[in-house]
T-cell receptor, first 118, second 114 residues
Framework: DTGVSQNPRHKITKRGQNVTFRCDPI?????LYWYRQTLGQGPEFLTY????????KSRLLSDRFSAERPKGSFSTLEIQRTEQGDSAMYLC????????????????FGPGTRLTVL | AQSVTQLGSHVSVSEGALVLLRCNYS??????LFWYVQYPNQGLQLLLK??????LVKGINGFEAEFKKSETSFHLTKPSAHMSDAAEYFC????????????FGKGTMLLVSP
């Protein structure tokens, strides 16, 4: 079990540029979540996948944001035309659904990607 | 709708003193509750979770939390603080349907002085 990994760990970009982040979940986990965390706040939900299906999107996820999880493995989060307000830590988490009460809802987080938009 | 309130954005204790971090939740359905810890520039690490079994939950690093339905609380405690406990702590709630996302509180920064 190697845990959830995210790349890159840090990204600095200029306003208006596109950025893409990658998340590799724990290998047997079928659910994958994206959260955004700004300074002094708790993580806020963006979207989640069960296998390759995107099941829920937060209203925080504007049309500049898109997430994919091809083949139900790794996931990418793309932000187009970045704005300074997009600067945040983007966290990925994974979990195993349908494994009984002990497994349900337990999300394991990656180290995050810190985005700075200049 | 679910929400979490963490009282106190910062809590300061001396090494060896009791740690108490407060969390109150609001949920229209039976909740699952979690405490996570975050060290600087790192992701969140699960400390402990309540999933409708025992109301007193023990976690890693000597932490425990008690689910009190009548008070809608899930406070985190540790009998004796260690310098390495200094970090930010987040309480989170999800519904027990297993199909919901986590709703987090704003976090409490724990400061430990020698």
């Amino acid at each position: 079990d190697t845990g959830v990994s995210q790349n890159p760990r840090h990204k600095i970009t200029k306003r208006g540029q596109n950025v893409t982040f990658r998340c590799d979940p724990i290998s047997e986990h079928n659910r994958l979540y994206w959260y955004r965390q700004t300074l002094g706040q708790g993580p806020e939900f963006l979207t989640y996948f069960q296998n390759e299906a995107q099941l829920e999107k937060s209203r925080l996820l504007s049309d500049r944001f898109s997430a994919e999880r091809p083949k139900g493995s790794f996931s990418t989060l793309e932000i187009q035309r970045t704005e300074q307000g997009d600067s945040a830590m983007y966290l990925c988490a994974s979990s195993l659904a349908g494994s009984g009460s002990e497994g349900m809802g337990t999300q394991y987080f990656g180290p995050g990607t810190r985005l700075t938009v200049l | 709708a679910q929400s979490v309130t963490q009282l106190g954005s910062h809590v300061s204790v001396s090494e060896g003193a009791l740690v108490l971090l407060r969390c109150n939740y609001s949920s229209s359905v039976p909740p699952y509750l979690f405490w996570y810890v975050q060290y600087p520039n790192q992701g969140l690490q699960l400390l402990l979770k309540y999933t409708s079994a025992a109301t007193l939950v023990k976690g890693i690093n000597g932490f425990e939390a008690e689910f009190k339905k009548s008070e809608t609380s899930f406070h985190l405690t540790k009998p004796s603080a260690h310098m390495s406990d200094a970090a930010e702590y987040f309480c989170a709630v999800t519904s027990n349907s297993g199909y919901s996302t986590l709703t987090f509180g704003k976090g409490t920064m724990l400061l430990v002085s020698p």
